[in-house]
Each structure stands twice: as C-alpha cells, then as structure tokens.
C-alpha cells in the first residue's frame, strides 16, 4: 500500500526561518506562529483563513504578512487585543515582579472562562510593528478603530474587500505610503486620505466613489477628437524598475 501523507505539521520549515511561505497550506489556521520568533516575512495567501491565525502579535521582528485570497471578514478582535512591543515588555516586567502573593489573589479574582477568552483574543493579535500588511480578496466590511495603533505600516493592500468607508484613526498611520482600495464598496471619497502625510500612491478604481464615464459619453463629446487610444502594441518594455504586489513595473517607450 502507498505510504501515508506526512502530518502537515511535519511539512513545516524549521522554526528559525526568517521567511515562510505556506500558501494554500493545509492546515495554517491551526498553526500557532508564536514559535517562528525569527520570522521576518510571511505569506498566508489562499489558505482557507477565517481569521488571523494564532501567535502573530508575539512577532516582533515579522515585518511583512500577505493574507490575501482567505474569508476574513472581522478584524476587530485581531487589533483591538492586539499584544504590541511596548505593551508586552511591560507584561514581562510584571510578570518578574510580581510577588506570589499577587498571583494567587489575581488567580483567585479571575474565573477560568475570562482567562480563556483573553488569552484566545490575544493570540490572535496582529503587529504593530509590521510595515507591509496584504488583505486583499478578503470579505472585510470595516476597519477597527484601534487600526491607527499600526503607526509603522507603509503599505497596505484592501483591494476587493466590502469596505464602505475608513476610519478616521486611520490618519494615526503617518508612515502610509502606498495604499490599495480598488473594487470595495466606497461611497464616498475617504477624506482621510488628505491627512496621510507620507502618502503617495493610492488606488480607488472600481468604487461607486469613483464611476467611469460610459464610453459612448466620452465618443460624442466635444472634446472626442483630442483623445488618442493606445493599445500595448503601441509600446516597448525599456526597463524594469521595481517590484510590486501584484508584479513587476517596467518603464515603457513609445514605438
């Protein structure tokens, strides 16, 4: 008889990895990441995700995190119990010295069902140090109001989720450079785009805030006749000069 398939934990890299990418893993929702403490880099892409998966917020060196292409749709227990650098230090300096005494009182005030839900809300806490945060083709409505405590995010990928409009804390996230909003559900132009000083490329296509005139309006209007269509054929690739989320970007020239 063939052998059995190993346990996917079993096809996990070894914990000292500074990047991992387990896209469309088996079984990732019940990954605890809390032991990749070396982990700069992860991608989540097409896993099957509901949530944010255990043991991020305790990451503090993991800078980038793609979960694109999952079913997440409520993010705000993963931000608003989110365990952030400063915050868990401190746990850690009380922890060493708080007397015996105090934990046996703290013990004996707090019922096992509390302890529980908190410790669950908390594994599934995002970063605060984390620059680069991928969500897009996810099933998100809203962003929590503790989204703003991500001070360090410089890019931030949205694009076809169900967002209406964005909060006002988001202005808290003054290093945001790049910002993706395409195909959500924006009605109106977020206005807190106009506060995000580092802010320098932001897509909105595909947004009712953002409707594309028909093309039989631009053909019969007065102007019809100083627009010039070019196709890709009109064009030679010169150079690449970068990478993106979605590939790479090459400089053009005119044939």
Request: charged share 20%.
């Amino acid at each position: 008889p063939p052998a059995a398939a190993p346990p996917a934990a079993a096809l996990l890299p070894p914990t000292t990895a500074t990047f991992l990418n387990i896209t469309a893993h088996p079984a990732a929702a019940q990954i605890d990441f809390s032991q990749y403490r070396a982990l700069h880099t992860l991608f989540l892409s097409g896993a099957g995700l509901t949530t944010v998966p255990r043991g991020l917020s305790s990451l503090l060196t993991l800078g980038m995190l793609s979960l694109k292409n999952n079913d997440i749709h409520d993010i705000h227990d993963l931000l608003d119990n989110a365990n952030f650098s400063d915050t868990s230090e401190y746990t850690s300096e009380n922890a060493s010295e708080g007397t015996s005494e105090d934990t046996s009182e703290n013990a004996s005030e707090d019922t096992s069902e509390d302890t529980s839900e908190d410790t669950s809300k908390r594994s599934a806490a995002l970063n605060s140090n984390l620059h680069w945060l991928i969500l897009t083709n996810n099933r998100i409505s809203q962003l929590p109001s503790s989204f703003g405590r991500m001070t360090r995010l410089r890019k931030l990928m949205l694009s076809g989720n169900r967002l209406r409009a964005l909060p006002e804390c988001l202005s808290q996230c003054v290093h945001l450079e790049l910002l993706r909003l395409a195909n959500n559900r924006l009605v109106e132009y977020p206005t807190v785009l106009f506060h995000l000083p580092r802010l320098k490329w932001v897509a909105l296509a595909a947004n009712p805030c953002c409707p594309l005139p028909p093309l039989d309006t631009i053909s019969n209007s007065s102007s019809s006749s100083n627009i010039r269509r070019f196709g890709l054929a009109n064009f030679e690739l010169v150079e690449k000069i970068g990478k993106g989320a979605s590939g790479d970007v090459w400089s053009l020239r005119r044939r």
